[in-house]
């Protein structure tokens, strides 16, 4: 019986990217190609493009794989909102939330691309100000009752000097914004 036995090749122009040696293979003979072509050769574990299309026995190989990603990463002060999964597809991604007196600053998702997390999940502290803080610095709240008080991430809030007493020369205003968790408290004499 006979049998005949056929080896494809494909043939394709690529350009390499010559700054990354790490994927670098080296051909056990010469390919000949003409100006401005290149080869691409598909076998078992990826591709392998000639570098810019010139004779040359260095190859760069590219997996032809899909790249999964693990479970998301932890991020401070948030956690994820979607139901976790053991690994998940290039593309997908996941929503993270910040704990309560928490604000997220920018986007809050994170993507799984080519087997890496991508984004930044940063959340905000917010402020804390006492009655005892402002007992101490002669202060009062401009308006409401004197109590202890929490400040979401940019918010503002106002003082008054207490009776008596004027913001001192090298005191901040008496308007202040909380700036991750932040404040500075004005001061009255």
Same mark, same amino acid.
């Given at each position: $019986?006979?049998?005949?036995? %056929?080896? !494809? %090749?494909?043939? !394709?122009?690529?350009?390499?990217?010559?700054?990354?040696?790490?994927?670098?293979?080296?051909?056990? &003979?010469?390919?000949? @190609?003409? #100006?401005?072509?290149?080869?691409? !050769?598909?076998?078992? *574990?990826?591709? $392998?493009?000639?570098?810019?299309?010139?004779?040359?026995?260095? !190859? @760069?190989?590219?997996?032809?794989?899909?790249?999964?990603?693990?479970?998301?990463?932890?991020?401070? &002060?948030?956690?994820?909102?979607? =139901?976790?999964?053991? *690994?998940?597809?290039?593309?997908?991604?996941? +929503?993270?939330?910040?704990?309560?007196?928490?604000?997220? &600053?920018?986007? #809050?998702?994170?993507?799984?691309?080519?087997?890496?997390? =991508?984004? =930044?999940?940063?959340?905000?502290? &917010?402020?804390?100000?006492?009655?005892?803080?402002?007992? *101490?610095?002669?202060?009062?709240?401009?308006?409401? #009752?004197?109590? +202890?008080?929490?400040?979401?991430?940019?918010? %503002?809030?106002? %003082?008054?000097?207490?009776?008596?007493?004027? @913001?001192?020369?090298?005191?901040?205003?008496?308007?202040?914004?909380?700036?991750?968790?932040?404040?500075?408290?004005?001061?009255?004499?």
């Amino acid at each position: $019986m006979k049998s005949n036995l %056929f080896v !494809v %090749f494909l043939y !394709v122009c690529v350009s390499v990217d010559r700054s990354s040696t790490d994927n670098v293979a080296e051909l056990e &003979s010469n390919i000949f @190609l003409q #100006p401005g072509q290149s080869v691409r !050769v598909i076998c078992s *574990q990826g591709s $392998m493009t000639v570098e810019n299309g010139q004779n040359s026995k260095k !190859v @760069l190989c590219q997996t032809n794989e899909k790249r999964y990603c693990g479970l998301p990463p932890a991020a401070e &002060s948030a956690d994820v909102t979607d =139901t976790l999964k053991d *690994q998940y597809q290039d593309g997908e991604r996941v +929503k993270y939330q910040c704990q309560a007196l928490h604000t997220i &600053s920018g986007n #809050p998702y994170m993507t799984c691309s080519d087997g890496q997390w =991508t984004g =930044t999940i940063r959340c905000m502290k &917010s402020c804390t100000v006492t009655a005892e803080e402002m007992d *101490q610095n002669k202060i009062h709240l401009a308006h409401g #009752p004197q109590r +202890k008080i929490y400040l979401a991430h940019l918010d %503002f809030i106002s %003082f008054k000097c207490n009776w008596w007493k004027s @913001l001192q020369a090298d005191s901040p205003g008496l308007r202040q914004q909380c700036i991750d968790g932040v404040m500075p408290l004005p001061r009255c004499a």
